[in-house]
Structures are given as structure tokens and as C-alpha cells.
T-cell receptor
Framework: DGGITQSPKYLFRKEGQNVTLSCEQN?????MYWYRQDPGQGLRLIYY???????QKGDIAEGYSVSREKKESFPLTVTSAQKNPTAFYLC?????????????FGDGTRLSIL | AQSVTQLGSHVSVSEGALVLLRCNYS??????LFWYVQYPNQGLQLLLK??????LVKGINGFEAEFKKSETSFHLTKPSAHMSDAAEYFC???????????FGKGTLLTVNP
């Protein structure tokens, strides 16, 4: 079955450490997204990518970085500059980046600070 | 600019009762509207979408929503709640060719036996 795979499901970060969250999709979608979810705040967009080798900052990009070297993969790095990284991170994809295209979501990665 | 307001962060209903989850939006262009459901520790699953065709949209699991332009609303309903409907529900809006999906803060639905 096609879908979006996020790994790991749980991740722990030490102070001053960078960590990378994996997101892979086999839906042949062009656009991919990273969201951060905090309790009671809905989802906030971190980065998005419409095509390979191109990505744009979302609303809360500070302290995060991404790459899009392959259509199927869109990893997110949470850097030590992100002072409050504890959250649930969701990766999504859509066929294109038009507003009428629904986004499909992975099952998320929960990041905690040790 | 676009925004979504979900009225009520927590809604509690009895099994078999009507479910009504409220969503109001603002958008400077004709909107596309979506409802998603999230079960604990999982991603979001698309329930239904409005993309300027019929104003009454039917989705999965017996849910439906009606687009009312005059009221800028897109409320989600289900005639009879089931225990398995207990989850968090998110309304989202986008517009035109704008990729950006703006989410509401979510409504947690509790279903009591």
C-alpha cells in the first residue's frame, strides 16, 4: 500500500545535539511538508517542498533545516538552535501544491528532550 | 490571508447522539476546506473536502459538512455518534493556487456510553 513512513516513532535529544527525522513517501507526490504539533495549537508549518531540490520556509522554520534530494524523501533536522523542540512532528505530501489538493499524513515522530 | 476558528476545544456527546463540530473560516480568495481526524499518537486522516463543487459534502465514516458562504462556515456533522468517533478533529482552509493549508486548533470529541 502507498503511504508516508516516518521514523523513528519516538526520538530523544540531548542538549546541544542535532537530530534528523525521516520522512519517505511512495505515493509519487511532488509536494511534501513538515508540521509541528503542540497541544491545543493545531499544526504549524515548518518547511515545504514543491519539487526536488527546492524547498521554502514555513511559519516556524527557525532552528530547523531540510533537504529534498529525492522525490520520495524529505528529512527534517532539528538543530541545537531550536530551543523548544519537544513536540509531535508530522510529515505530509500532496500530488501538487495547489490549494485544492488534500495532504496525506504520516503517523508522526514524537521528539523529547533528555 | 486565511484563518480558521474552531468553536469549542472539547465537545462531549452520548453514543447515538448528533455530532456537531463547528468551523468558521476567513479567506481572501474562494476557499478550499478540509476536515481531518486524528486518533491518539497517529497522523491526520482526511474525512472530507470542499473544492467548490456541491456545498454539502459527504465523507468517510458517516460524516458530512455543509459549506455556507454567507456564514463563512463549514460545520461537520454526524447523525449518530459511535464510540469509535472519539478523536481530535481539525478543520483546515486553503485558497486558489496557494499551497498553504491553515489549520484550526482542533476539537476533541468525547463519546460517552
Amino acid at each position: 500500500d502507498g503511504g508516508i513512513t516516518q521514523s523513528p516513532k519516538y526520538l530523544f535529544r540531548k542538549e546541544g545535539q542535532n537530530v534528523t527525522l525521516s520522512c519517505e513517501q511512495n505515493l509519487n507526490h511532488d509536494a511534501m511538508y513538515w508540521y509541528r504539533q503542540d497541544p491545543g495549537q493545531g499544526l504549524r508549518l515548518i518547511y515545504y517542498s514543491q519539487i526536488v531540490n527546492d524547498f521554502q520556509k514555513g511559519d516556524i522554520a527557525e532552528g530547523y533545516s531540510v533537504s529534498r534530494e529525492k522525490k520520495e524523501s524529505f528529512p527534517l533536522t532539528v538543530t541545537s538552535a531550536q530551543k523548544n523542540p519537544t513536540a509531535f512532528y508530522l510529515c505530509a505530501s500532496s500530488i501538487g501544491a495547489g490549494g485544492n489538493q488534500p495532504q496525506h499524513f504520516g503517523d508522526g515522530t514524537r521528539l523529547s528532550i533528555l | 490571508a486565511q484563518s480558521v476558528t474552531q468553536l469549542g476545544s472539547h465537545v462531549s456527546v452520548s453514543e447515538g447522539a448528533l455530532v456537531l463540530l463547528r468551523c468558521n473560516y476567513s479567506s481572501s480568495v474562494p476557499p478550499y476546506l478540509f476536515w481531518y481526524v486524528q486518533y491518539p499518537n497517529q497522523g491526520l486522516q482526511l474525512l472530507l473536502k470542499y473544492t467548490s463543487a456541491a456545498t454539502l459534502v459527504k465523507g468517510i465514516n458517516g460524516f458530512e459538512a455543509e459549506f455556507k458562504k454567507s456564514e463563512t462556515s463549514f460545520h461537520l456533522t454526524k447523525p449518530s455518534a459511535h464510540m469509535s468517533d472519539a478523536a481530535e478533529y481539525f478543520c483546515a482552509v486553503s485558497g486558489g493556487s496557494n499551497y498553504k493549508l491553515t489549520f484550526g486548533k482542533g476539537t476533541l470529541l468525547t463519546v460517552n456510553p
